[in-house]
């Protein structure tokens, strides 16, 4: 992750959360009282965000000392201590709830892609996520997705061209859209198309698409299609799959299965910290 927007971020998180104070902490404990504290997992997954403990308690205080006993990508068990901290008890208690939340969503996701990469069981066939991500939270859930096995698709908007249905519907046609593309951006730009026919796909690989995407289609059909792109232009499958259905789309030949459920709708991975 780029440090300088990932401190940027927590700076905001923190400021959302703390305002001018933690009127609870401040009041019970003189800036001088020193504890100990450890953060602990209570189910089983794939750890994600170990160096947000330090890099948020730095934010706070710089004097609290953080031990991470996991890293990330790790396969954690419940009961398991993935870090232990030292230091001001007023701020090892301001910052936990944001490194929390941090921490067990950024897990669930690196489980939820470890969990997608294990049932997909392909040498070839590469999971990545799609930019169905939280607000504000981008940076952390795609990292999160890289610790799970996964791969990133492109960041957002700006780096890298997709065309998708509505756009060609008001370009009037994949030529015309991706025509207008090319005339535009240089040859770093990678321009995908998102297909949902065997006309489509066919019409994509005439207008020179660099990927091209087979759109909520059946394990069947993407197989179908992808033996009519050429060896030099990437495929992927995306929409309607899910963990259940992935091994289906094992053998169909496709570089890459993109799932928006990594990052839209998983579930938190359950982790407290204990004094």
Do not use: W
């Amino acid at each position: 992750m780029n440090h300088l927007l990932l401190e940027q971020q927590l700076k905001q998180f923190l400021i959302e959360d703390i305002g001018d104070k933690d009127v609870t902490s401040e009041t019970i404990f003189p800036l001088t009282k020193q504890g100990e504290a450890q953060f602990i997992v209570k189910e089983d997954g794939i750890l994600a965000g170990i160096d947000l403990i330090h890099m948020t308690y730095s934010l706070l205080n710089q004097s609290i000392e953080v031990s991470p006993l996991k890293a990330d990508g790790d396969v954690i068990r419940a009961g398991d201590t993935i870090a232990r901290v030292k230091g001001s008890m007023r701020h090892i208690l301001t910052g936990e709830r944001l490194i929390l939340n941090l921490l067990q969503r950024m897990s669930g996701i690196a489980t939820a892609t470890h969990q997608a990469v294990t049932s997909l069981d392909s040498t070839h066939t590469r999971i990545c996520d799609t930019r169905k991500t939280t607000p504000g939270l981008r940076l952390f859930e795609k990292y999160a997705v890289t610790c799970g096995r996964g791969f990133n698709h492109r960041n957002g908007l700006y780096d890298g061209v997709m065309i998708k249905d509505n756009h060609i519907a008001f370009a009037g046609s994949i030529e015309k859209a991706v025509t207008a593309v090319r005339k535009q951006l240089g040859h770093m730009v990678n321009i995908e198309v998102e297909t949902e026919t065997r006309e489509q796909v066919q019409e994509a690989i005439d207008a020179g698409a660099d990927v091209i995407m087979f759109d909520n289609r059946s394990p069947e059909e993407v197989s179908l299609f992808n033996q009519l792109v050429p060896s030099h232009i990437a495929t992927e499958a995306s929409g309607g799959i899910t963990l259940e259905s992935l091994p289906s789309y094992r053998h169909t030949g496709v570089d890459y299965i993109s799932l928006g459920f990594l990052t839209h709708s998983v579930k938190a991975l359950d982790m407290s910290l204990i004094v």
